[in-house]
């Protein structure tokens, strides 16, 4: 019964290849989110994504994208993987875009390696 | 340099001691968060202050808002052993799709 899972715990890739991560969340929140934590443990937001409306962090490569099938789900796809894309991923989820409802629930996260 | 910087980066303390986590920021927000992280694990959310508030608690928890400084801080009162892991604070500025910005994080200890 977790309430946001990631799938894969661990990933290790070659540069180049194309990777996708899957979420999911069983809370029923409307609002699903995508970070990136890097080796020193800087958490930075990648994407918000809200009823299918989607905010990206304008620093994040268009390699990376976002998809949603439904609610409940939100997967990241990685083109042409690099080294710098090396990191954990973590998945989000709220229950809503209001700021009062802004806690956010994590994922356990997937470590990507890149070789 | 980043919204939500904290300070120390490193905290060693005995159990039974208290831990003062302070969390910096730039701009005006909506609200502030509190985020724990133990080893290998994802964030677990501890506690959020809104703007108009300057002290909140939880528990062994005490959040403090400074608007006027753009400052926050985490007393963890009574520490124990299993509160060894990293706090980092968030901001959410009000911007689109409720993104909140994170800082570095405060790496706690406590020793048994």
């Known amino acids: 019964d977790t309430a946001v899972s990631q799938t894969p715990k661990y990933l290790v890739t070659q540069m180049g290849n194309d990777k996708s991560i899957k979420c999911e969340q069983n809370?029923?929140?409307?609002?699903m989110y995508w970070y990136k934590q890097d080796s020193k443990k800087f958490l930075k937001i990648m994407f918000s994504?809200?009823?299918?409306?989607?905010?990206i962090n304008e620093t994040v490569p268009n390699r990376f994208s976002p998809k949603s099938p439904d609610k409940a789900h939100l997967n990241l796809h990685i083109n042409s993987l690099e080294l710098g894309d090396s990191a954990v991923y973590f998945c989000?989820?709220?229950?809503?875009?209001?700021?009062?409802?802004?806690?956010?629930?994590f994922g356990p996260g997937t470590r990507l390696t890149v070789l | 340099s980043q919204q939500g910087e904290e300070d120390p980066q490193a905290l060693s303390i005995q159990e039974g001691e208290n831990a003062t986590m302070n969390c910096s920021y730039k701009?005006?927000?909506?609200?502030l968060q509190w985020y724990r992280q133990n080893s290998g694990r994802g964030l677990v959310h501890l506690i959020l202050?809104?703007?108009?508030?300057r002290e909140k608690h939880s528990g062994r928890l005490r959040v403090t808002l400074d608007t006027s400084k753009k400052s926050s801080s985490l007393l963890i009162t009574a520490s124990r052993a299993a509160d060894t892991a990293s706090y980092f604070c968030?901001?959410?500025?009000?911007?689109?799709?409720?993104?909140?910005?994170f800082g570095g994080g405060t790496r706690l200890m406590v020793k048994p």
């Open positions: 989000a989820s709220s229950q809503g875009t209001h700021s009062s409802y802004n806690e956010q629930f």
């Open positions: 809370l029923g929140h409307d609002t």
């Open positions: 994504y809200n009823n299918k409306e989607l905010i």
């Open positions: 701009t005006s927000i909506n609200n």
């Open positions: 202050i809104r703007s108009n508030e």
């Open positions: 968030a901001t959410d500025d009000d911007n689109a799709g409720n993104m909140l910005t």
